[in-house]
């Protein structure tokens, strides 16, 4: 229970890396942030007791005058927001990455590491069959088959497509994890949080990993081109620092590993894969 609050309370945390209750209007020298995290769950509210001593850290850090987020956890949500909002940064889930650097010009200024926030390896999983072979043509429950070309090219690569299977939506990561714990579908496609999950559920016992993916970087903190040069550095040099000193406590409390400044040499394969 600890880690699920944890892990809804690092949601929340991104989302308020936009740090201001003022309204933000291009223009007017605010930063807009979008944090998209895709197979996020639980409520951000919940944690909003947890964020407050990060808030006006990060808001002295960076020297906004007026900032606003916005977190959601769909890529048809984050594409509107951008369209509607034009942010300046951007804490986004790889896939998402991958999908949106192209058409808006994405530079990598770092990554952000959750705890227990997922999508850093996937691995298919069974309670009835013992190899990756034995799960083709059969169908594998996950609920991450929405993003194909991520999973062909990014995470199955030259071992497996989404077409080798039966595709079974699932929607909700527990969902997944409680199906082929239960034998309803032959197989799942999971992430690392999901893993580490199942070992909780009726069942778990007997389910067994077949295939492991290679491990992937994490989430990436991203500048729009409508962030000026100053902002960025500004933006870019700091993010080290919001989860040391006085900040580590609430870090942990939320369930945030740390934000590091990066940049697109750390996601030159991945960018590869997802281009063939």
């Given at each position: 229970m600890r880690q699920t609050i944890r892990?809804?309370?690092?949601?929340?945390?991104?989302?308020?890396?936009?740090l201001t209750p003022l309204a933000a209007d291009a223009g007017d020298g605010s930063?807009?942030?979008?944090?998209?995290?895709?197979?996020?769950?639980?409520?951000a509210s919940t944690a909003q007791e947890?964020?407050?001593?990060?808030?006006a850290r990060v808001a002295k850090q960076n020297s906004w005058t007026a900032a606003a987020g916005k977190y959601v956890t769909s890529r048809s949500a984050g594409k509107t927001y951008i369209k509607e909002s034009d942010p300046h940064f951007g804490i986004l889930s790889l896939g998402a990455f991958l999908d949106l650097r192209g058409a808006h010009k994405l530079e990598v200024v770092g990554t952000a590491e959750v705890a227990g926030g997922g999508g850093r390896q996937?691995?298919?999983?069974?309670?009835?069959?013992?190899?990756?072979?034995?799960?083709k043509g059969k169908t594998l429950g996950t609920d991450h088959g929405d993003d194909v070309r991520f999973?062909?090219?990014?995470?199955?690569?030259?071992?497996?497509s989404l077409s080798d299977f039966t595709v079974e939506d699932t929607r909700r990561p527990m969902k997944t994890?409680?199906?082929v714990a239960r034998g309803e579908v032959a197989c799942a496609l999971i992430d690392d949080a999901q893993q580490a999950s199942i070992a909780g559920v009726e069942g778990g016992d007997a389910v067994k990993v077949v295939?492991?993916?290679?491990?992937?970087?994490p989430m990436v903190v991203v500048a729009f081109p409508s962030a000026p040069a100053a902002e960025r550095t500004s933006f870019k040099a700091n993010l080290g620092s919001v989860c040391s000193g006085d900040g580590a406590s609430a870090c942990k409390e939320v369930g945030l590993s740390s934000l590091a400044k990066g940049d697109e040499s750390l996601y030159a394969d991945?960018?590869?894969?997802?281009?063939?």
């Open positions: 892990n809804v309370a690092a949601a929340a945390l991104l989302a308020t890396l936009a930063v807009n942030i979008l944090i998209l995290k895709e197979h996020g769950v639980g409520s947890y964020v407050d001593k990060l808030v996937y691995f298919v999983v069974s309670a009835s069959e013992t190899t990756l072979a034995g799960c999973i062909d090219k990014v995470v199955g690569k030259s071992d497996f994890v409680n199906a295939w492991s993916s290679e491990k992937l970087p991945v960018i590869a894969d997802y281009a063939k």
